[in-house]
């Protein structure tokens, strides 16, 4: 079982910044792949970026490359989401996802389905005003 806290959201202008911050406890975190999604109203949730166990590889959603960087802290047992020049279309609900019940992945693996993600946050909702 793990449990996830993300915190950092909020209402900034076009242009900002935010730093999505998800607090895992449960296992042990270096165990595992973390990924951020976002769901955006009236549509589906979509992966926005995720990164390996090893915290070596990471993976982007095209629209966000470039201005969205992905890390994790192992000793902190915290993924981030620093979010930069955000625009009015990063609006969304932003949940943060653990997946670890499948040891035979790479430690560079970077998935980016939901189907592969066993836990999720409670979300914290990005506001970007134009």
């Known amino acids: 079982q793990v449990q996830l806290v993300e915190s950092g959201g909020g209402l900034v202008q076009a242009g900002d910044s935010l730093r999505l911050s998800c607090a895992a406890s449960g296992r042990t975190f270096s165990s595992y792949p973390m990924g951020w999604f976002r769901q955006a109203p009236g549509k589906e949730r979509d992966v926005v970026a995720s990164?390996?166990?090893?915290?070596?590889?990471?993976y982007y959603t095209e629209s966000v490359k470039g201005r969205f960087t992905i890390s994790r802290d192992n000793s902190k047992d915290t993924v981030y989401l620093q979010m930069n020049s955000l625009k009015p279309e990063d609006t969304a609900v932003y949940y943060c996802a653990a997946a670890p019940g499948r040891s035979s992945w790479s430690p560079l693996y970077t998935p980016r389905r939901q189907n592969e993600y066993d836990y999720w946050g409670q979300g914290t909702q990005v506001t970007v005003s134009s």
């Open positions: 990164i390996s166990r090893s915290a070596i590889t990471t």
